[in-house]
């Protein structure tokens, strides 16, 4: 476990019941400026760990549970029941993990498109673009199983640490954990040990794509 992970962890809790870092700290009773970039390292730039009080406060004021949390530290935004309760659901389009390699699907800049997709009713995500992915096969497991669903978001932002959905440029549609992202090239590994891990220049990729949450 990384620091990282935790922070990025309140970032997405805040994220997922309509809150900045410093609106949690508020809602939560403690200072605004708890969470905020300067409070992670210390004047010597070590980093910081969020104190355990400051999470359990966050946690009650948000109705997450600690499964719930512990699975945002790990990367998947897993949205909890009280957010989930305040939360008005839409339909967004499906298709098969195994159908989005193909073509007609999407458009150049990665968005779903095209009259080919099913729908689903899942949570409101704030990203009009937005779509699910179904999981077919055992190339993810034991974080995604045959038959989950992953909800892709083209407007998330990205960073290392994070689960992608990736498109090559040769049409292979791969779900991974990104590693290590450059200005030219991305390392990424795979979620099933037993499957390789790939490395690609940026111009061997069409898009990249960040898994916010997972029906599991």
């Known amino acids: 476990m990384k620091h990282e992970d935790i922070w990025r962890a309140i970032d997405a809790l805040a994220t997922e ?21 300067s409070k992670r390292r210390s004047v010597d730039g070590h980093e910081r760990w969020p104190g355990t009080e400051s999470v359990s406060k966050i946690l009650n004021a948000t109705g997450a549970s600690l ?37 007609g699907f999407f458009d150049d800049g990665g968005y779903p498109v095209g009259g080919s997709w099913d729908e689903v009713s899942l949570p409101e995500i704030p990203d009009p673009n937005a779509y699910a992915l179904e999981i077919s096969g055992d190339s ?10 992953v909800i892709v978001s083209p407007a998330s932002p990205i960073r290392r640490g994070d689960r992608v959905v ?3 440029v040769a049409g292979e549609v791969m779900a991974k ?11 990424l590994k795979s979620l099933n040990p037993l499957h390789p891990d790939y490395g690609f220049d940026l111009n061997e990729i069409t898009w990249m794509h960040r898994i916010i949450w997972a029906s599991q």
């Open 140 to 149: 993810m497991e034991p974080v995604y199983r045959d038959g989950d669903q």
């Open 166 to 168: 990736v498109r090559t």
């Open 177 to 187: 954990h990104l590693t290590r992202q450059s200005a030219r090239r991305i390392e």
């Open 67 to 103: 499964e719930s949390f512990t699975a945002l530290v790990t990367g998947t935004r897993a949205l909890s029941p009280g957010a989930l309760q305040r939360m008005v659901h839409r339909r967004i389009p499906l298709i098969g993990f195994a159908q989005a390699g193909g073509d």
């Open 17 to 37: 019941n309509g809150l900045s870092a410093s609106g949690l700290a508020k809602r939560s009773g403690l200072d605004p400026t708890t969470f905020n970039k």
